[in-house]
């Protein structure tokens, strides 16, 4: 991955992203259910967590 790439990828990252790379990096291995309950709202289903497609810009 070039440095163009990381830089542009490193500004569309939000805080709570930024969260979940700290808690991946410190606990090297997590399952999606570990993260939702971390991270998420509780009331959303692991479906409605899933992200969006990205769009053609």
Do not use: V
């Amino acid at each position: 991955m070039s440095g163009y790439s990381l830089g542009h990828i490193s500004e569309q990252l939000t805080e709570r992203d930024y969260l979940l790379i700290a808690d991946i990096t410190r606990y090297r291995l997590a399952t999606t259910r570990q993260l939702q309950r971390l991270h998420f709202d509780h009331r959303h289903s692991a479906r409605s967590l899933r992200p969006a497609p990205a769009r053609a810009t």
